[in-house]
């Protein structure tokens, strides 16, 4: 066998060309057939594979081609990230369907308490509006939260998104990571039931010298051997009606959630914990006897305490805000001011809006609630279309419209249709 010897310049090249392609914003072929079914490739590949289905339903059919195995070969990681984001609901199943935006899973994990046939805009009222009382007697706290967060948009066709890109469009790069992420996970449950290794058998050792109470010894055999019953797992085998975490009351209630997870629990405590035993290695690697572990978490304890009782009454003492001046608009006109905003301690969310003239006279002001369980982004979209059309509608024109949301104020100019979770919401801006 012959080697050759290649230049660098050709290496570098091919480098290159290797690294535009795992990590441009180029998109896969399956999501092309997706996105754009009317394509020419996308027509022929129907009458000849699926005349009667969609792509993501698809066999491999008589004697495929090389093209269509490869395409199905990157379907089924299509599908762990494609879901559907609701335009009137008359398309997506309750149960089955992919819809619900979780981090991972886009299915309904209750117990069906709805007819099998039934669709989302069961859950839609004739406003338009989510049937909040049907959805909370229906689904458990966690799922309820994640359907009313989603913004509905009104008289749209439901379509599907990639669920790990801001855009909702799939790329290469989003692909290799989820690739990636399940793949870890894939070993990580492998594991699990895996035979006992020489490694696994030396930190059994190691776990039962600790010197701690034997009830904590107990809780982290539970944990190691995966048998912590948290609310998901109890949810699960159907013993409790709901996995929401009773701190929070937002995620799932989780192993690692409600150990080191959960916001509510954890706070800054465990920030203080680092420092304190950080501060505590370097005393005895100079020198110091050793402290009794229970002393180090009182102290840690009572670092987080004085802090939080110091930031209260140091709180009037913050620095001053930079005094921002309202400006009129450019033309002869008028300004829309829009912006959102929420209660820290009701958790309600609401939009306001202001129009002035080029005098800075008030012309019109409107202010409205909005669901508390939508996002942020989709809140200062929200306020932008229903002032546009509230501005509109009084023939306030000239308008220059202002808003203090960078990636709204994006999302609006932006000429490429956006497939994120709140892109529906551009529709009439």
Same mark, same amino acid.
């Given at each position: 066998?012959?080697?050759l010897r290649l230049p660098v310049g050709l290496c570098r090249e091919i480098e290159s060309i290797l690294a535009q392609f795992w990590w441009s914003k180029s998109i /896969? %072929? /399956? #999501? %092309? +057939?997706s996105e754009f079914p009317n394509s020419l490739i996308a027509r022929m590949l129907k009458a000849r594979y699926f005349p009667n289905?969609? !792509?993501l339903a698809a066999s491999s059919g008589l004697l495929p081609s090389f093209t269509w195995q490869s395409l199905l070969w990157g379907r089924d990681l299509l599908r762990l990230g494609l879901r559907w984001l609701i335009g009137d609901g008359r398309l997506v199943n309750i149960y089955g369907d992919p819809w619900v935006p979780y981090d991972r899973f886009f299915t309904i994990q209750s117990v069906p308490a709805l007819p099998s046939t039934s669709r989302v805009c069961d859950l839609i009222t004739v406003s338009g509006l989510w049937d909040v009382g049907k959805i909370?007697?229906? !689904?458990? !706290?966690?799922e309820a939260e994640a359907i009313l967060s989603i913004p509905l948009m009104g008289? &749209? +066709?439901? #379509?599907r998104i990639w669920n790990f890109a801001k855009n909702g469009r799939y790329s290469v790069k989003s692909g290799y990571w989820v690739a990636l992420e399940y793949k870890r996970l894939e070993e990580l449950s492998d594991g699990s039931v895996a035979g006992p290794s020489s490694h696994s058998l030396k930190s059994w050792k190691h776990l039962w010298k600790l010197k701690v109470p034997q009830k904590i010894l107990y809780l982290l055999w539970r944990l190691v051997q995966s048998i912590h019953h948290s609310k998901e797992v109890l949810f699960r085998? %159907?013993? &409790?009606q709901e996995d929401v975490c009773c701190h929070c009351l937002v995620s799932r209630e989780t192993t690692i959630h409600s150990l080191v997870g959960c916001v509510v629990c954890m706070q800054s405590l465990f920030a203080f914990t680092v420092w304190v035993l950080w501060n505590e290695r370097n005393r005895v690697l100079f020198g110091s006897q050793p402290t009794l572990p229970g002393i180090l978490v009182q102290h840690a304890k009572d670092y987080d305490d004085d802090f939080k009782q110091s930031s209260v009454v140091n709180r009037s003492l913050s620095s001053p805000v930079r005094d921002v001046k309202w400006k009129s608009p450019t033309d002869s006109g008028f300004k829309l001011n829009v912006d959102g905003g929420d209660c820290m301690e009701t958790g309600a969310k609401g939009v306001g809006a202001i129009v002035r003239d080029s005098q800075g006279n008030l012309v019109r002001a409107l202010a409205m609630r909005v669901p508390s369980q939508i996002s942020v982004l989709a809140m200062e979209l929200y306020a932008l279309k229903i002032r546009i059309s509230f501005a509109l509608d009084a023939s306030l024109v000239p308008l220059e419209i202002e808003s203090n949301s960078l990636l709204a104020v994006s999302m609006v100019n932006s000429e =490429? =249709?956006?497939l994120a979770t709140e892109g529906g919401l551009l529709e009439g801006v």
């Open positions: 066998m012959s080697v /896969g %072929r /399956g #999501w %092309r +057939l289905s969609d !792509f909370s007697d229906t !689904f458990s !706290f966690s008289d &749209t +066709l439901d #379509w085998s %159907r013993i &409790t =490429e =249709e956006c």
